[in-house]
């Protein structure tokens, strides 16, 4: 393929944008600044201040894209993957997580130097990356006997706050008698003059640490196996102390992808907290199974929902030969912990019981109740997970919800000395994503969906938005400004209905597994009983839920409809069929997450697409445009589109197979029409469905 370098041309007007002769054996181009940058370091420097413009070009058609894919993760962050060229930037962050896997200025640029372009680094890069990579591994940060270090380069702290001075007087204090572990290695004190400081409250940890990341300083968050001996609860005895008898089993191989995420969280022999994403369906729970081998010490896996921690204990069997009496279960409705532990175990819980855990025990403490009441049991549970325990290792899945306001203070508050946050879309619509670098780590690793497509991990969604115009039955609604907006009339467009029921008989005769997503609950209602298929949405009971995904994997159903609890509660591997036609507003990561309920790669399936993802939304209306914010999310990642405008009286692009589109259907869409216009409920009541596992959403 010959190289488009057209895409250079708006930048070629100056030196630095000049290319190599041989510039087609490489594949990145880095785009010099609009500005010079380089006097605004200094004078910004304690201002957190970073430019804005250091994007890098990829060829991602060229013979050396994934080798580089692997370099780019480590020093940029991607901003999207269109079909030829994606695009990366460097940021303030994205140096974060170069150092935390310890390159350094000269690596870095002797990388771009390899692979790109240019003839020469543009300056701004060289500047910005010198700039920003100059304090690397001066600041650690420790848990130890449950309370937290900073090991810091004095001066670097001394710049940021006066630990004389409130606040920082009563969060901080130096330490005269370090933990044997902190102290400096020779090669270390060569570099940098550290100091040891403990913070004396843990719940002000994050006004430390967010402030020392902010200002470029590569906070590391070091695990130390430090426990040669441990307290026997019963007897208080010291003990020798016991690992976790957990080993993987013979089928467990991790895959390539999992490989390189493990590699980097453990840089160095000591393992660093990190947040990893990888795609829905790319294994998520097997990388956090695999870390937890590797640990062997107190682990606690956060779930999003009550329903995952189920599914993680499952998986822990399936992979590893922990018995199952060393995994507990501790949730609002299952609490399978009911005395102190003697030895190493895994807790599976959730962020919403953690977080009512520290509600639980402030109260407890304000009160100064009796903790060895017998029938207290469960705030006795409470306080030994919370203050006595010491977590070596916490798996937040989902970790796009420690960066919620309520859920944060579990990551300041709880034991835990290494923290692995795992998702598939790290985005908040609130914008506090980036909390997640000093909440968690830094993104020590980003699997690319295209290559796990391409590579047979995941499979291949065929990827449509049908846009449908109003139905002129509802002509009036949208004339009159109480409706128009309305997202349940624009979810159940009756235009919509012909449509998606022939997409499901479609798919039907093919024998695939078809999802139909719609957050309006009347209209899920309404449509579902139509067409004949069950819903399953919050208000439906636990039984019914489970006998309707029960006949759905059996193969006596293969048509379900249901609200945003299907996003991602329900476990629905074989589904490979998503069609929406409501959706949460513009959020990407609920279109992230339903993409992800069909990409599981099923075994035997032939064609060049093995999943569809259809969304059908109403031309001309707010869900329109809310969705072209979604769709974009997943063009970002480098999923392609088709848009299909369906226009029966203009010439329907869309050509609908006779054998489909049967009597019943026309029947049904007519009958709809009727109804409408008889008594139009289901499209003038919003009722978004109230999930039954309501988390701290974005
Ligand atoms: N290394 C591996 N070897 C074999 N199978 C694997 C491996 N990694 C993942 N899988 C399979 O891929 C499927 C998806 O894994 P998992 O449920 O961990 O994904 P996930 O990323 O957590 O998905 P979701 O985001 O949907 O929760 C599982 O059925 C698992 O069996």
Known sequence: MSVPVQYIADYSNTPEARLKKNHQKYCLYLKPADRDYSSSFEIQENRGFFPETLYIFVEAFHEKYKEVYEFLIKIAEPVNKPNFIHVYKITLFSMYTAMSLNLNAEKIIESLMQYSKNEVIPKSFIEFIENKTKKAGSAYLYMIKKNYYLKIHQEFLEKIIRIDEEPYKSIIEMEQNPPQQLLQTQEESRVWNFKFYRIKQKHNLFQITEKIIKEGISLINEYHDDKESQNDLSSNVQIPYKKLDIELRQITQPRIYQQKALKNIFVCEKPRSATIVLPCGAGKTLLGIIVTEKIKGNTIVICDIDTATKQWKNEFIRWTTVKPDRIKIYTGKTKNLQEKQTKPFILITTFKQLSSIIKSNKLQKEKRQDMDTSSKYETKMDHYIQEEMEWDLCIADETQYSAASTYKKIFEEFNFKLKIGLTATPYREDNKIDDLFHVIGPKLYEANISELIQDSYLAKPYCVVFRCKMHECCEDFMKDRKFKNKPSLQSGNPEKFKLLYYLIKFHESRKDKILVFCDQIPVLKYYSQKMGYPAIYGEVGLLEKLVWLDLFRKGEINTLFLSRVGDTALDLPIANVCIQIGFQFGSRRQEVQRLGRIMRRKEGQKGEYN????????????????????????????????????????????????????????????????????????????????????????
């Open 611 to 698: 999943a569809f993802f259809y969304t059908i939304v109403s031309k001309n209306t707010e869900q329109a445009q809310f969705y072209y914010r979604r769709q974009k999310s997943l063009m970002d990642l480098g999923i392609n589109f088709e848009v299909i405008d369906i226009d029966e009286q203009n010439g329907n692009k869309f050509k609908y197979d006779p054998d489909i589109l049967d009597q019943k259907i026309i029947r049904a869409s007519d009958e709809i029409i009727k109804d409408v216009k008889k008594d139009a409920w289901f499209l003038i009541q919003d009722q978004p469905d109230k999930k039954v596992d309501e988390q701290d959403d974005d």
